[in-house]
């Protein structure tokens, strides 16, 4: 299988353009309220991801075409897991269409491929005899709002840089 490519509005990040480096964190509406005792009490109205990608290659990342002013799907290469003792894990995020999540099993000191379905944002692990844990990995997918990127282009080097911030919707 071929390697998969960070993809922003249908349109992929060629390596020629510079291997990306992409970032993601979690933002959200949470805080830490302090009670009159001092006991803290953790408020969470919403959380999203934010980030950005960026690279440094031959050529711009063919990016100017996009509508920046509406939302686009980014399909990140990131990976996402999850591990636990059970076999069926309700994934936080949407995983990549045409990237399938998939498994290991824990096995002493050894993780060993396992298969994995989803369907609809659940995945289920094939049981592994003797298995101590179990990961589930995926990519996930997200609607995200980006920034047009600021670029730079070296005639020195013959390079071009670029990088794009964005925010889950």
Not at 51 to 60: D, K, N, T
Not at 74 to 79: D, P
Not at 115 to 139: D, F, I, K, L, R
Request: glycine share 10%; proline share 11%; charged share 10%.
């Amino acid at each position: 299988m071929p390697q998969p490519q960070i993809t922003l509005g249908g349109i992929p990040l060629v390596l020629h353009a510079g291997a990306p480096e992409l970032s993601e964190e979690a933002i959200g509406g949470e805080t830490l309220l302090r009670m009159s005792d001092g006991t803290g009490v953790p408020m969470t109205h919403w959380q999203k991801m934010a980030g950005s990608i960026s690279g440094q290659g031959w050529m711009p990342p063919g990016l100017d075409g996009l509508d920046y002013s509406q939302p686009m799907p980014l399909f990140s290469t990131q990976v996402n897991s999850m591990q636990g003792t059970g076999l069926v894990y309700s994934l936080p995020s949407t995983p990549r269409p045409d990237v399938e999540p998939w498994a290991f099993a824990l096995l002493g000191d050894d993780w060993r491929a396992t298969p994995c379905s989803t369907v609809a944002g659940v995945a289920t692990v094939t049981a592994v005899a003797g298995a101590e844990a179990y990961q589930v990995w995926w990519m996930p997918v997200y609607s995200v709002k980006a920034q047009r990127p600021p670029k730079q282009q070296s005639s020195a080097s013959a390079t071009h840089s670029w990088s794009i911030p964005w925010e889950e919707i």
